[in-house]
């Protein structure tokens, strides 16, 4: 059986009787009709509506349709709002299907271990754009990337939406380090007089109370015994000494400064590590400090990689300021302060002097220090040879 769909129409005009006429005379199929008041109304097929508009243009009548009274419109009418509703459930489930795929790789805390060799290892665990991230194993990734990156020394594997973050810690290495599979001497980094000798590895080449200049060995790693048979080893050790450095501070009467007008707060769209604005205008045409928190959707408590992100900008303009000699000398005094802070921290500062010079601008400070604290560095015994780092 064929259901079709109905549509009730009123008509009205002054060639009326013509229309009703014109709608008897055609093939069109009229049920229920009545003639009251001026008034011409029916039911007809859907099919036939466009006939009927054609008679109804011909004669100058106006039609009204008044409802479509039949199951099949009625299921037709909520249609829409059904694809409204499918297309939600649809939406959301691609989302969920799309926050469980590795759309994002984001490598945090390395500085010398390269992304590169983080992002190899964490391949050769199955961990790649485009991987099912419920069927990672990210403990197992852990401890695997650890282990094939020995610099490594703490790795932790999480997933938000469809982006995996990763976060490494690293071995500190100090400056002219040298892997201790590698044999080296300890050479002098200054100009100093040795102060004190802690020897752990290693032919010590100075004493206590020896002067040494820049680049001498202080710590051998060619051990000779009595018979001239030599060994070659990663020396070890620590040499303090007292040295001499130099500093120049400076400081300008005249200087700019921040000065903070007004707070400006703006939102973006988060859709899967692309930023959409949610504003008209600039991102960004004024100087300011930038600070932001993303808050992502979830989905029966599964966070999705979708979210709002709220930027705020601390506006400022540079304004002009003249200062004192008074107060320009507590600034330079506050600067080799947090200098010593910084770059003295792990030594001792025998003596200062300070050299003050006034000109027209501004005001400088040359500052002498005697320092003392370790004086060593690592050296390759054979400087052409590279560092290889095989395993244990």
């Known amino acids: 059986m064929k259901i079709r769909r109905i549509v009730s129409f009123t008509a009205r005009g002054t060639r ?5 006429n014109a709608v008897h005379e055609s093939d069109i199929i009229c049920i229920s009709q009545r003639c009251s008041h001026g008034e011409y109304s029916g039911k007809i097929y859907y099919t036939d509506l466009e006939k009927l508009k054609k008679e109804a243009l011909k004669y100058r009548i106006d039609m009204y349709l008044e409802q479509y009274n039949s199951g099949v419109y009625k299921v037709m009418r909520y249609r829409a709002r059904y694809g409204i509703v499918i297309g939600m459930v649809f939406t959301a489930f691609f989302i969920l299907a799309m926050s469980n795929i590795a759309l994002r790789i984001e490598v945090n805390g390395n500085s010398y271990v390269s992304d590169s060799e983080i992002l190899e290892a964490l391949e050769d665990n199955g961990i790649k754009h485009g991987a ?3 069927f990672l194993d990210l403990s197992l990734a852990e401890f695997e990337v650890k282990r094939a990156i020995e610099d490594l020394t703490w790795v932790a594997i999480r997933n938000r939406g469809g982006k995996i973050i990763v976060d490494v810690k690293e071995f500190e290495h100090n400056e002219g380090s040298v892997h201790s599979n590698i044999p080296c001497n300890i050479v002098s980094v200054r100009d100093a007089q040795i102060v004190s000798v802690r020897l752990h590895r290693g032919q010590c080449e100075v004493a206590e109370g020896s002067a040494v200049a820049k680049g001498d060995v202080l710590i ?7 018979q ?3 060994t070659v080893a990663h020396a070890e050790g620590e040499i303090i000494g007292d040295y001499v450095e130099k500093e120049k501070f400076i400081r300008f009467f005249e200087s700019e400064k921040k000065e903070y007008t007004k707070k400006i707060r703006k939102s973006y769209l988060d859709f899967f590590g692309f930023r959409i604005p949610l504003f008209i205008g600039n991102r960004r045409d004024f100087n300011a400090d930038y600070s932001e928190k993303t808050d992502f959707f979830t989905v029966f408590d599964h966070e999705l990689p979708i979210g709002i992100v709220s930027a705020q900008y601390d506006v400022y303009d540079f304004v002009t300021s003249v200062d004192t000699e008074e107060r320009t000398a507590e600034y330079l005094e506050e600067q080799i302060y947090l ?21 027209d601008d501004r005001l400088e400070y040359d500052v002498t220090y005697v320092v003392r604290g370790s004086i060593g560095t690592e050296k390759p015994v054979f400087p052409g040879k590279k560092e290889n780092r095989s395993e244990d």
Not at 220 to 226: K, L, Y
């Open 220 to 226: 051998s790693g060619i051990q000779v015994n009595d």
């Open 16 to 20: 009326l009787t013509e229309f009703i």
């Open 228 to 230: 001239n048979d030599f």
């Open 132 to 134: 099912f991230i419920p």
């Open 339 to 359: 200098y010593e802070k910084n770059f003295f921290e792990m030594c001792e500062i025998i003596d200062r002097k300070i050299e003050k010079q006034k000109y």
